[in-house]
């Protein structure tokens, strides 16, 4: 569970992640408004370009106010229901969501079930890619690095070189060992460069290797 | 007819087309299986290379691919306890405790045979209620396709996961990316800041892209460590026969998750998830099994029911959802909003045209469809024998894929990297979307039904001169009228027997706890 979930999972987080969404939604909304009613008109009285845009912008205001006024009354009944009626599984409704919600319906385990701590397991599975502390924020930045510096050095360096390296790096930031990551890139590099120039008939950049 | 089922034949038996059935299936079975990844970021990885196909075998690969996809969800609901897609999510508990009592490769086997059974249902509903509904459709005006599309984006809203107005949000959102572009009535740039090549609008293929693939890679690398899991033994040997047992005792569920999936698969915007979370609430509120203490037997039994009636239902949604995209052009899931970007792409415009000018196509799609759902049956039984191979597939390694994937496929829709960077754009809104509980088929649905809602109510509103009374005074437009009113109406419904499932189950346990005391 991530540190915004966490938060959002408390009431009190709820409510302060969908104010921050319907701020931005009313933000979103005065914005597109004035600037759907910049637009030219059919002709006098009827708009045109800029009528879906300012329905899209008051719609926009109205979800925007509606959500935390709802999450906020839907905390306020929730602590009411908790004060009045401890454990009632009934009131047991997360403040994140809205009444009409569909429910989760988790089934409680049965009597008799195999606990978790005597279940036969076969092996450990390599799907951890997560970190802790800066290293995620490193591991985001390498992503979202590498791509800008896809489009920057592809036309130069070309297709195959350039995939190759940005390759290597996300999978070696998600902790795969350097010969792992070298040839990940590697032959994700060249089989994608075989499917679209060869089968597809895509040109990707060529860079370097124009010629050869 | 017979004519046309015959050219429809011979389009399907190609070995092109054979050959992308086959690899789309590996690849839907293979991304399925693995946590998280869903059959509409795997249809999204899929378009690029549809591009370069033709009609049939591109919708070949898409149909197969979110057929096996979603049964493949299963594996890693039963084995770790984490849903393999949002459709496996309802009955996951359900799965992980029958592999826990040894009894994994039933339930397997159960959710499989299910799935078959349901998507031929749903492959049968399809078949015989799209051309009704085609054949209807050739008397709507802008004014009745101008409320099909509200209903849709209606029925988007009101299946949000979490909030309905997250999922409002996320739909203006969507409508308003669809805006941008040259707009319909004067042909005046909207949201293009001076940039020529955005003109032509905001690329649905590059969206999707970049808010399925990339904004799961984008979450992958930010995650925080975890416990490695470790995988559950299973013994899959000699299942064949208490999965038919089992199918056989609850088939009445089957055919009522079948008629559940069907119907919710077909209303726009609802599709396969939504379809298997009623049907699992419908099976568990309304079970006759009532385990008592310490009956393992029957509290397995029930949680056998459960997947029955889910699973059916999960897989009958699938092509269900084909129905109003068929008929009218209006997507049922996101994967079928996918599927209308790769079909304009190829020339061909789903709605009443399909079932006049290309019967050929439209019969070879619903052949797919059942060589799909048949094809499932022997590979679903591989996939179970192998499942504890597929989930070690490294993570790291498969991220980088479909970052690699994601780039290839958004350069390749028009050579260019102002697909690339958009696609970025939608990565990171899609991740902060996530972040944020706020859901993302909203958005897919406002980015596709966004031109078609806006272009008909101008060209209604510009012929009768802004007369708004024509847009509820025409009968076809009153009946949608009353649909829509009955979808917003639903909501109460749909929470009130969500509600009830968990009173039923909790009772249930209630039940035990005091006989056990």
Redesign the interface.
Known sequence: ??A??TS?ASPRGALR??L??GGL?VL?GAI?IPYGAS??Y?REG?P??G???MM?GG??IL??L??PM?TWIGARRERGGRVGADGD??LATGA?????????????????????ER??????????????GAR??I??A???G??LA??LLAPVLGFPIT?AL???A??R????SWL??AL??VL??LG?WGL?EQ??????PDGLIRGF | MIQDIESALLLVAEPTTILVVVLSAVFGLVIGSLPGMTATLAAALLVPFTFFLDPVPAIAAIITMSAMAIFAGDIPSALLRIPGTPSSAAYTEDAFALTRNGKGPIGLGVSLVASVLGGLFGSVLLIFVSPVLGEFALRFTSYEYFWVAVLGLTAAVIVSKGSQLKGGIALMVGLLVSTVGLDVTLGHPRFTFGEEQLYRGVDFIAAMIGLFGLSEVLRAVTARRGESMPIPKMESGGTLRPTLRGIWRHKGRVGSGSVIGGVVGALPGAGADIAAWIAYAVTRSTSRIRPGKGDKEAADDQRIEAISGASSANNAGIASAYVPTLAFGIPGDTITAILIGVLLVKGITPGPDLFLYQTDTLYSLYIIFIIANLLLLPLGFLLIRASGMVLRIPRSILMGLIVAISICGAFAINNGYLEVGLMVLFGVMGYLFEKGGIPLAPVVLGIVLGPIVERNFMQSVIKTNWDLTQFFTRPISAVLIVLVVLAIASVPLMGLLGRRAERAAAKASAGEVRTSA
């Open positions: 569970m991530t915004a979930e959002a992640q969908n921050l969404i939604a979103a597109v637009m030219p059919i009827i045109g370009p009528l879906f845009l899209i719609l926009l979800f925007g509606l959500l709802t599984a009934d994140d969501q809205d009444s009409f919600a569909l429910p989760g319906a988790a089934v409680p385990e049965a009597e008799g079930d195999v606990p978790d279940l036969e397991t076969v092996g450990v599975m390599d799907t951890d890619v997560g970190s802790d995620r924020w591991n985001g390498i992503l979202m590498g791509i896809y489009v995939m940005l390759v290597l996300i999978v930031s998600l902790r795969a792992a990551a990940t890139g994700t590099s994608l679209f089968v597809l008939l895509v040109q990707l």
